[in-house]
């Protein structure tokens, strides 16, 4: 159907329409139109702030966990080829998450003004300003901070199931192996026999 036959088709509609219907129709239609546009806008805005929330919530969880997982994969690894270990599961905790420090641009000023009073005496007066701004990169079309160094977090305890750890001799081998890869004192170590 064209543009012109829609319109002509409204126009005839409106002729034969009742002027007090016709006003009570238009504020109808006008009513529904304005809810349905409200009622859009707050689902998309609700739908946008749930999903950067979830994003924020899961990146700072990969960022947490990504450090513990790499650690406990790397244990699981080297336990699993030590005669004597069958089956190894490992949870390791942290005291806190993984610190980024940004690279900082600091510029700093020195004024040092004189003033002479009207008996003679002179005021120094020494003022030092300190800006510091986060070094940012243009990156997928926002700015990034520069991050020159990442601060992993310390290990808060480990927990090692492993099969065979029964025999209290493999339960000692792997209580030192983790204390020498983790560089965790032995207090912190929970070694338990896998079922």
Not at 41 to 63: F, N, V, W
Request: glycine share 8%; net charge negative.
């Amino acid at each position: 159907m064209k543009l012109d036959e829609i319109f002509g088709k409204l126009r005839d509609w409106f002729k034969n329409k009742d002027s007090k219907k016709l006003k009570t129709d238009i504020l109808v239609i006008g009513g529904l139109g304005i809810i349905l546009m409200i009622g859009g806008s707050l689902l998309s805005s609700g739908r946008t702030e749930k999903k950067q929330t979830d994003g924020a919530d899961r990146d700072a969880r990969d960022i947490e966990t990504s450090y513990e997982t790499q650690m406990e994969d790397e244990l699981i690894k080297i336990l699993s080829k030590v005669k004597g270990i069958g089956n190894v599961d490992v949870m390791i905790t942290l005291e806190s998450q993984e610190e980024m420090v940004p690279a900082i641009n600091t510029q700093e000023s020195n004024q040092v003004t004189d003033e002479k009073d009207r008996d003679g005496g002179v005021r120094t007066t020494n003022q030092k300003d300190i800006n510091n701004q986060i070094v940012t990169v243009q990156s997928n079309g926002s700015n990034e901070p520069v991050i020159v160094k990442k601060i992993y977090p310390k290990i808060r305890g480990v927990v090692v199931a492993a099969g065979g750890a029964d025999d209290p001799q493999i339960r000692y081998v792997i209580a030192k192996t983790v204390e020498a890869a983790l560089d965790v004192p032995l207090y912190k170590i929970e070694v338990l026999a896998h079922n």
